[in-house]
């Protein structure tokens, strides 16, 4: 038996050192190419978390099992526990809905809103030139729809996001009446009741899907519909490898948010 809790002991300590060891590179990576966000930081902090308790995974558990006799400490450990099992459970079910929430399952909506993202000076950053391509692909396959392009211009952009999209779609061949510039919006829920806006103005379908990446699909569709959307269909742009624990977890942050103060 003792063979067995120390077989098992080690294993913990193994997967422990293993996977924090792998996220913790995962999630400075981004920080290399100037991508800070609550993402990276609190993965970093987790991971390294992680990484030390795998370490000093004998000291902690001599540490519980001395102070567990005490009745104080017994509360106190079980409360602390019991609120980690919790937050376990809750972040498996969140981050499971974003995962799912990541595949495109439009397939002949009418207008397309496309979300915005960094553009370097004229040139699209990579994130938003995934979302074009993803659009460019779905307006091809769908002659009919039509396009929002949703988003403003901020700092270090010599054109806005809409324009940007805008350039690129036109160079791919998109007959640039099938598409609307929205320019004014700083985030993704402006994004969203901005192109409401164009959508009523214009008297276009409101049968909808969004264009993103893939990890921000969830919280956007959760946007959609507080800015008046129902039935909104969704168009994946892919993430980068790299990319994706970082953003992914940035996102269940986000989601989570929008959950407690919808």
Known sequence: MKNLTKAIKIIAQLILIGFSGYYLFMFVCPVFHRIVNIGNILGILLS????????FLDK???????????????????????????????????MGSIITSA????????????????????????TLKSRINAAFD??????????????????????????????????????????????????????????????????????????SSD?????????CKKAGFNNVKRISAPSTYFDKPTFYLRELLGVVKEFIFP
């Open 48 to 55: 390294f978390t992680a990484l030390l308790s795998g370490v």
């Open 60 to 94: 902690i558990i001599s540490f519980c099992k001395r102070h567990y006799k005490n009745k104080t400490a017994k509360a106190a450990l079980n409360t602390a526990f019991t609120v980690l099992g919790v937050g376990i459970i809750c972040f498996c079910l969140t």
């Open 103 to 126: 595949k495109t399952d439009a397939c002949d909506q009418n207008t397309v809103i496309i979300l915005g993202c960094a553009v370097r000076g004229t040139t699209p950053s990579f």
């Open 138 to 211: 779905y307006l091809e396959k769908n002659p009919e729809s039509v396009a929002v392009l949703s988003g403003g211009q901020g700092k270090h952009e010599d054109i806005s996001e809409a324009l940007c999209m805008y350039n690129i779609l036109t160079e791919k061949g998109i007959d640039p009446k099938r598409l609307y510039l929205e320019d004014k919006s700083t985030n993704t829920y402006e994004n969203l009741t901005f192109s409401k806006k164009i959508i009523e103005q214009n008297k276009l379908s409101d049968n909808i899907a969004v264009v």
């Open 215 to 223: 990890y921000h699909l969830k919280r956007a569709t959760m946007l």
